[in-house]
């Protein structure tokens, strides 16, 4: 269980830092669909490159600009990289310029975000106005729907993201459940804590908060919160029934539970179910409908509805999972 929760945070913590505002940082922040070990070795080839010929890489009009000593050596490697970067991520405007004695390579500043190996993309399930209204790009959720939407929030309620990473759901649900709520977000990171929070001074959302722990050790009191949500983030945690009794724990008497999450529709290869890179890619620890279905249900809540929002089949990977909707709620007790 370490083992899998070292490789999400290690994962994700690479992702926050790619979310930083960019700035010059002297550095490509690549985001490819890679496992741990070949996004390693691409950063590798990157270094290499810059070592033996980076002149100077800047920022300006939200494109990085990476200059080059020309040479036929170093514009086949570059070449090759870019070809690389581009079958990662189709939509990165990736390209390589020839100024005879200089080389130059542009890519977008938040170009390297839309190839992130998340649980899928969910860019359109966010309302323009929405995100406008805290200022973040979409591609800063790392989920797989929209819970904030799912979970019919309403003003003077108080919220828990389980799983928060950048924040986006936390503030979108925040200025929901004002004025007189609060929106609290759990994330066990602290480059993602960070993150978040400089997204919450951007926004100016003042009714927010961000803890730093784990969603099987939730630090908030029993029955603290009206609505728990998630966003793709359940199906990371190697002990699902703990979280889903923490949820429980948390939540007041009849509070709801609102998350969006991947499950698993066919079996999956034991091969991918023990790959550590697939656990921390939303693949490996997803559990079937019944399974999860079961375990609400252990831990105590009622209603639950599970509904399936788009089939997701792996490249060369039997068996097969898909995003859902995941509703239930907290029993009144008499």
Not at 112 to 139: F, H, K, M, N, Q
Not at 254 to 268: F, I, K, P, Q, S
Request: charged share 25%.
């Amino acid at each position: 269980m370490s083992d899998i929760r070292e490789a999400i945070r290690t994962r994700y913590a690479a992702k926050a830092l790619q979310m930083a505002p960019a700035g010059v940082t002297g550095r490509l922040g690549l985001a490819c669909n890679l496992g741990t070990a070949d996004l390693a070795t691409r950063r590798a080839e990157w270094n290499s490159i810059d070592g033996a010929a980076l002149i100077g890489r800047d920022e300006a009009g939200g494109v990085v600009t990476s200059t080059y000593r020309a040479s036929p050596e170093t514009h086949a490697e570059l070449a090759r990289l870019l070809d690389a970067e581009r079958v990662c991520c189709g939509t990165a405007d990736w390209k390589l310029h020839d100024d005879g004695d200089r080389l130059r390579v542009t890519v977008g500043a938040s170009g390297g975000a839309c190839c992130d190996d998340d649980c899928s993309d969910i860019r359109t399930e966010y309302s323009a106005e929405a995100l406008a209204s805290v200022g973040i790009d979409p591609t800063a959720s790392l989920g797989c729907g929209n819970p904030t939407l799912l979970a019919d929030l309403r003003p003077g309620e108080r919220v828990l993201d389980l799983g928060s990473g950048a924040g986006l759901d936390v503030l979108l649900s925040a200025r929901r459940v004002a004025p007189g709520g609060h929106a609290y977000g759990v994330d066990m990171t602290d480059e993602m804590l960070a993150v978040a929070q400089g997204n919450q001074t951007r926004a100016a959302v003042p009714n927010a908060t961000f803890l730093k722990g784990t969603i099987e050790q939730i630090p908030l009191p029993d029955a603290s919160v009206d609505v728990v949500i998630s966003n793709c983030v359940i199906n990371l945690a190697a002990d699902k029934r703990a979280v889903l009794r923490e949820a429980h724990r948390v939540l007041r008497p009849g509070g709801r539970l609102a998350v969006a999450d991947m499950v698993a529709l066919a079996e999956l290869p034991a091969e991918v179910k023990h790959s550590l890179d697939q656990w921390a890619g939303c693949v490996a620890g997803t559990i079937s409908i019944e399974e999860y279905t079961t375990a609400l249900s252990d831990a105590g809540f009622t209603g639950v509805n599970v509904e399936v929002t788009r089939e997701v089949r792996l490249d060369g990977v039997e068996g097969a999972i898909a995003s859902a909707y995941i509703r239930a709620r907290k029993e009144v007790v008499a």
